[in-house]
């Protein structure tokens, strides 16, 4: 598989990244994702609301989507989250949605769970307006960090605790239109 050197001045110059997923392997994966998820929800009466957490899911969104075999619409939502240690932090709205989700089927598209601090906040929020169903997707999962006591319906692939970036996930705003998923070395980048 190939590998990523950081080339943009930082602290991060000259790290050399591996390759944990080709795009090959995250295409088949996603339409795995798709298949299970449109089989699970053939049977809703309108088209499940499909709300992706910008903006590290903006590819991922577009490409299970676009996989699936039943109809979907589409909302996003935005949040930012401040770690202080793993356990403990805030998660704060930055731009909510704006479609109408009572008595909707809701799948919220992440690109990664961590700690599972966001997905938790975003759980609850979702909850409060009484949607007809909600499901969590996530691209990766860093099982071994996550605190979360009810796990995403569905995962794409489970990782270790490594930084990672790629198909939309970034370190400071760069390397999200990489295809690819490369990961930072164990105790390196962390976030
Ligand atoms: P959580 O609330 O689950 O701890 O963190 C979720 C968010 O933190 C993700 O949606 C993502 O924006 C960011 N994040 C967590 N781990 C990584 C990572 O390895 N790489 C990047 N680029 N972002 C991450
Ligand atoms: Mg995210
Ligand atoms: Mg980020």
């Known amino acids: 598989k190939k590998n990523l050197i950081i080339d943009h001045e930082g602290p991060f110059q000259g790290q ?5 997923f080709s795009e090959q ?3 088949a994966r996603v339409k795995e994702l798709a298949d299970q998820i449109s089989h699970d929800l053939e049977n809703a009466k309108k088209p499940p609301i499909l709300v992706g957490v910008l903006n590290g899911s903006l590819f991922f969104m577009a490409d299970l989507m676009r996989a699936m075999s039943i109809e979907t619409e589409m909302d996003f939502i935005k949040i930012s989250s401040y770690h202080h240690t793993s356990s403990t932090g805030t ?8 479609a109408q989700i009572t008595d909707r089927d ?5 690109d990664i769970v961590d700690t599972g601090l966001s997905i938790n906040f975003l759980r ?5 307006n009484a949607p007809h169903s909600l499901r969590v997707v996530t691209f990766l999962y860093k099982k071994e960090v996550s605190q979360l006591k009810k796990e995403p319906e569905y995962i794409g692939f489970v990782i270790p605790n ?7 996930l970034d370190l400071d705003q760069k390397y999200r239109t990489l295809r690819d998923i490369y990961a930072f070395a164990p105790d390196n980048k962390q976030e």
Do not use: A, T, W
Request: some cysteine.
């Open 106 to 110: 809701v799948l919220i598209v992440e």
């Open 25 to 27: 392997e995250i295409q």
């Open 16 to 20: 050399k990244l591996d390759c944990l």
């Open 162 to 168: 490594r930084f990672v970036v790629g198909y939309g």
């Open 91 to 98: 998660v704060r709205l930055v731009k909510d949605i704006s």
């Open 124 to 128: 609850n929020r979702m909850l409060s």
